[in-house]
Nanobody
């Protein structure tokens, strides 16, 4: 199973970006899709998650600004980021929790860099 993240880039404060992460391979079921981020010198943190039932959770720091969504037909999760702040600068990675033909899955994408400039 592979996860391919894209959509990062350089944006000014107050701007918007949409990240995408597509899973491929022998996937039977996706229970949950998460977006994490890690800023320089900081620990990785969970930004947002969405379950197979559509339940969503967000870090307090992004509530009201970020929106997570998924397209089950494409095995893709999105993260719409609005009103970006300089502190949102980080490498964003996606994580998939689910099942493949070989058993449980806990797969990570390679990360995409988001840089918010003031």
């Amino acid at each position: 199973v592979q996860l391919q993240a894209s959509g990062g880039g350089l944006v000014q404060v107050g701007g918007s970006l949409r990240l995408s992460c597509t899973a491929s391979g022998s996937i039977i079921r996706i229970n949950r899709l998460d977006w994490y981020r890690q800023a320089p010198g900081k620990q990785r943190e969970l930004v947002a998650s969405i379950t197979d039932g559509g339940s969503k959770n967000y870090a307090e720091s992004v509530k009201g600004r970020f929106t997570i969504s998924r397209d089950n037909t494409k095995n893709t999760v999105y993260l719409r980021m609005n009103s970006l702040k300089s502190e949102d600068t980080a490498v964003y990675s996606c994580n998939l929790v689910g099942w493949s033909a070989r058993g449980g899955l806990d797969a990570w994408g390679q990360g995409t860099l988001v840089t918010v400039s003031s």
